[in-house]
């Protein structure tokens, strides 16, 4: 009988783990931005990737396939010092940057988690509020061996810096490509959202009335989220919002520099 596919989700997130382990000590590490030796990152590039996340924002305005409306928090801007991060924590397997990385997104979902609480329909508290990482595609995870936004929220957990009343909880899977194109989620994104290609790829595996907030890596055009929210509503669950690390796209409105800087113990 096979392993199930968390059990298998895990197994590949420790062996990246081990693996990444044993690259360090034979390679020598260097600052994934400017390539300065002997740190992850470096403390001049730590500094400013820092400030770059230290005003979370409201982006779903700029993401223009993000239908039907849903809020959306990025940590920062891709640029620069996060997007050199991202990439190398992605594609790089750069699996220590794991950490600050980490750091920019629970600056954004204690900035985002006061709306939640806002958001959630009146009645009982039916448990946490589920963070739930939409999944890296199946050719994604055989290419790099583990999920970044999952990796990036149990790291966040393991540290104890989620905010309060809320756990991470990978509830999203990705269909079979056979159930994909027989399903009946291709309707419900409209023209947009099918040629960006996502629509009907995810299911939902969670209790009825559970709230639930959607988190990604990079916000673009906001397809990706928007079948995800799909994917959980359609199992029942009520989406509280998203959070990103960064969106490409900058806000209509950007933060200013009056705009006070969210200070956490994450770094
Ligand atoms: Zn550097």
Request: hydrophobic share 50%; with cysteine.
């Amino acid at each position: 009988m096979p392993a199930p596919q968390p059990a298998l989700d895990r197994a590949a997130a420790r062996l990246a783990a081990l693996l990444g382990e044993a690259v360090e000590v034979l390679l020598p590490v260097e600052c994934a931005v400017c390539r300065a030796p002997g740190c992850a990152l470096c403390r001049p590039c730590r500094l400013l990737l820092r400030r770059s996340c230290a005003r979370p924002f409201e982006a779903s305005a700029a993401a223009p396939l993000l239908e039907p409306a849903l809020s959306v928090t990025a940590a920062g801007r891709y640029a620069h010092e996060l997007a050199g991060c991202l990439l190398a924590f992605k594609n790089g397997g750069r699996t220590d940057l794991a950490p600050v990385l980490a750091a920019c997104l629970a600056t954004a979902l204690h900035h985002a988690a006061p709306a939640w609480r806002a958001a959630a329909p009146p009645g009982p508290v039916p448990g946490p509020v589920l963070l739930v990482p939409v999944p890296g595609s199946p050719a994604a995870l055989r290419r790099r061996w583990f999920q970044p936004v999952r990796v990036l929220l149990e790291d966040c957990a393991r540290r104890g810096v989620l905010p309060p009343g809320t756990a991470a909880a990978p509830a999203l899977r990705h269909r079979h490509a056979a159930a994909r194109r027989s399903g009946p989620a291709q309707k419900l994104l409209g023209a947009a959202g099918r040629r960006s290609g996502p629509a009907g790829s995810l299911r939902a595996v969670v209790r009825p009335g559970t709230r639930c907030v959607v988190v990604d890596d990079v916000l673009t055009t906001g397809a990706t989220l928007a079948e995800a929210a799909r994917a959980l509503r359609d199992a029942g669950a009520v989406v509280l919002g998203a959070v990103v690390v960064a969106a490409v796209r900058a806000p209509a409105v950007p933060p200013t520099a009056d705009s006070p800087p969210h200070s956490g113990p994450f770094w």
